[in-house]
């Protein structure tokens, strides 16, 4: 079975701190996907992997990075963590040609 | 605008009763998912379909490519089935999706 796993699931950070998420799928997927959550907004896209170094922006970019360096390993980075980065962020993994896309668990992060 | 619209927001369903999930989008497209998120978080991916039908156990779920619509039916309903259920279409010609708001869905013993 795919697996994509998401390296906390829980993290409570101050603002200002700089946060990394890591997510690791082990299918050799091309595609990854950093989502994130609110309540009565449903998914939107942060940022999107097509491969190693590449990645293109979603539709809410504004505050987060992403790394790609390593095929399996896609990671979102707050560069400065602000109260309204509190969310859940889904990480997402397919392989290319509108393949099935796989979920990790999910990161609960609350910034104080 | 919301480029996929789900009906019901809500739905709650007495055990056994049959299901229907309905799920509009504005957008092009060539296939789309449903997909199922529990409390807790994760979700799956249920279905993911370009044409037709396809079923698996109690669940069906149907797609009109030219109707810009899609069905999720759920048969024999069990209150393991209560989630939230997500529709998501592939964004144009990209491997990006779009997501509708999800339908809650309750079902009682």
């Known amino acids: 079975d795919v697996k994509v796993t998401q390296s906390s699931r829980y993290l409570v950070k101050r603002t200002g701190e700089k946060v990394f998420l890591e997510c690791v799928q082990d299918?050799?997927?091309?595609?990854m996907f950093w989502y994130r959550q609110d309540p009565g907004l449903g998914l939107r896209l942060i940022y999107f992997?097509?491969?190693?170094?590449?990645?293109e922006k979603g539709d809410i970019p504004e505050g987060y990075s992403v790394s790609r360096e390593k095929k399996e390993r896609f990671s979102l980075i707050l560069e400065s963590a602000s109260t309204n980065q509190t969310s859940m962020y889904l990480c997402?993994?397919?392989?290319?040609?509108?393949?099935?896309?796989?979920f990790g668990e999910g990161s609960w992060l609350t910034v104080v | 605008k919301n480029e996929v619209e789900q009906s019901p927001q809500n739905l709650t369903a007495q055990e056994g009763e049959f299901i229907t999930i309905n799920c509009s989008y504005s957008?092009?497209?060539?296939?789309l998912h449903w997909l199922q998120q529990h409390p807790g978080g994760g979700i799956v991916s249920l279905f993911m379909?370009?044409?037709g039908k396809k079923k698996h156990g109690r669940l069906i779920a149907t797609i009109n490519i030219q109707e810009k619509h899609s069905s999720l039916h759920i048969t024999a309903s069990h209150p393991r089935d209560s989630a939230v259920y997500i529709c998501?279409?592939?964004?144009?010609?990209?491997?990006?999706?779009?997501f509708g708001k999800g339908t809650k869905l309750t079902v009682n013993p």
């Open positions: 997402a993994s397919s392989l290319g040609d509108r393949g099935t896309i796989y």
């Open positions: 957008v092009g497209i060539s296939a």
């Open positions: 379909l370009s044409s």
């Open positions: 992997s097509y491969d190693v170094k590449m990645k």
């Open positions: 299918m050799d997927h091309e595609n």
């Open positions: 998501a279409p592939f964004q144009g010609g990209s491997e990006k999706l779009v």
